[in-house]
């Protein structure tokens, strides 16, 4: 009688987790398993990775599709370039005045940034972001527009501007400064004709490098995207 009890007793004492856990067998647990591992995902867990992946693929084209349509156009002149630094294959390799520091050491708030973004040992930091600030000219020249003159450079993006200036966003990178314009994928007849009118250029000019403009759209935060350039009066759409 008194072991009835006790075990009544013990019996009360236990929770109901640790009375199913001792009910709860090895082949229930497998079962169970077996039961959640052959139940269908939710739909949004097979969508929310392909949506991802598509929004990584678009990122980039929309960003440039973006800057088209909000962005304002702005020239820049090029360096001047020969053919062979100009095309490599099916590459177009731009390099601009205002991309050297020998240059934009010129323009008002080079110094302030260079001392914002320069590590101890005094060489500037890869990766700095600048906000070039250009200001329009008289648009049009025998035929090419002018390039926009450079008249301040800044650390952080300018909130107000006049509204014939631009923030063009850059990034200092091995010694010059990327706009995100340097490199274009070309076809094979722009190629041809962009060759033979450097070369032509050439020859005009006793045999010095022609400079090219380029016109870009520049958009509320700075970044661009190229329209065309012109060699001479002659102007290329990429």
Known sequence: MKSDTSESKTKKNISPEMEFSEKLTFRDYLRATEQQANKPLPIWRLIAPLMLQVGL?????????????????????????????????????????????????????????????????????????????????????????????????????????????????????????????????IRESQRRRINEEILEAQQT?????TPIVVRVKVDPQGNAVPESLWIRDRNYRF
Request: charged share 20%.
């Open 57 to 185: 693929i678009l990122a980039v084209p929309g960003q440039a599709l973006y800057t088209g349509v909000t962005g304002r156009t702005v020239v820049l002149q090029t360096a001047s370039i020969n053919a062979e630094d100009l095309l490599q294959g099916y590459n177009l390799n731009l390099d601009y005045n205002v991309s050297r520091p020998e240059n934009l050491r010129r323009v008002p708030g080079w110094r302030d940034w260079v001392r914002r973004n320069s590590l101890r040992n005094g060489q500037i930091a890869q990766g700095s972001t600048l906000y070039l600030i250009l200001q329009e000219r008289e648009s049009f020249n025998d035929g090419v527009p002018r390039a926009w003159r450079p008249v301040r450079i800044s650390s952080s993006r300018p909130v107000f501007l006049p509204d014939e200036q631009v923030a063009l966003r850059g990034t200092y990178q091995d010694g010059a400064v990327n706009y995100g314009l340097e490199n274009y994928n």
């Open 205 to 209: 000019r006793s045999g010095r490098r």
